[in-house]
């Protein structure tokens, strides 16, 4: 089955820095890589996804990129502010199957 | 907006108790999950349905079930709760694939 691995477990930042989340997948044919986050006492909420015919996809201060090849996607979040302070989770779909896998998630915390 | 609605926030149950975690979607959606979150593990994957009546195991389905019997609601049963079944649960529903994943806020459940 799908293996996705996220690191780092924590991230602290200062608030305006940028931040940077990778995830790591093992099924060579996942076509789809969407980040999910949960604040806190709210479930996980999709912030972005990208396919795997893109490298790349942003939407303001969030990107997505995407290398196939080393097969690992990482989350950018650039000018951080106290309200991304939230746990991040990326996600890659079983192999033969949409279920996702999900990583074990990063806490991110942006310090005013 | 999709809305998955779970029916309570937080639960406290002795062991031995058969617990009832209800979970309702609004929007016609095809597949509904149950995962349960812990620190330092994620989310994993306990139930999924893709249609009334079905029911798939996902990666930790023991001492625990589920009832479909309408497309809008999915509930997960604990037959006889054990301490170690503590955790937050958040029930999920999509509407086809792998994208487009909304999550509840949870239930956390605490078994003593």
């Known amino acids: 089955g799908e293996n996705v691995e996220q690191h780092p477990s924590t991230l602290s930042v200062q608030e305006g820095d940028s931040a940077v989340i990778k995830c790591t997948y093992s099924d060579s044919a996942s076509n789809y890589f969407p980040w999910y986050k949960q604040e806190l006492g709210k479930g996980p909420q999709l912030i972005i996804d990208?396919?795997?015919?893109?490298g790349e996809k942003k939407d303001q201060r969030i990107a997505v990129t995407l290398n196939k090849t080393a097969k690992h996607f990482s989350l950018h979040i650039t000018e951080t502010q106290p309200e991304d302070s939230a746990v991040y989770f990326c996600a890659s779909p079983k192999e033969g199957s949409y279920i996702p896998t999900f990583g074990r998630g990063t806490s991110l915390i942006v310090h005013p | 907006d999709v809305k998955v609605t779970q029916s309570s926030r937080y639960l406290v149950k002795r062991t031995g108790e058969k617990v009832f975690l209800e979970c309702v979607q609004d929007m016609d959606h095809e597949n509904m999950f149950w995962y349960r979150q812990d620190p330092g593990l994620g989310l994993r994957l306990i139930y999924f349905s893709y249609d009334v009546k079905m029911k798939e195991k996902g990666d930790i389905p023991e001492g625990y079930s589920v009832s479909r019997e309408k497309k809008e609601r999915f509930s997960l049963i604990l037959e006889s709760a054990s301490t170690n079944q503590t955790s937050m649960y958040l029930c999920?529903?999509?509407?086809?694939?792998?994208?487009?994943?909304?999550f509840g806020s949870g239930t956390r459940l605490t078994v003593v």
């Open positions: 990208i396919r795997s015919n893109v």
């Open positions: 999920a529903s999509s509407l086809s694939g792998v994208a487009g994943y909304t």
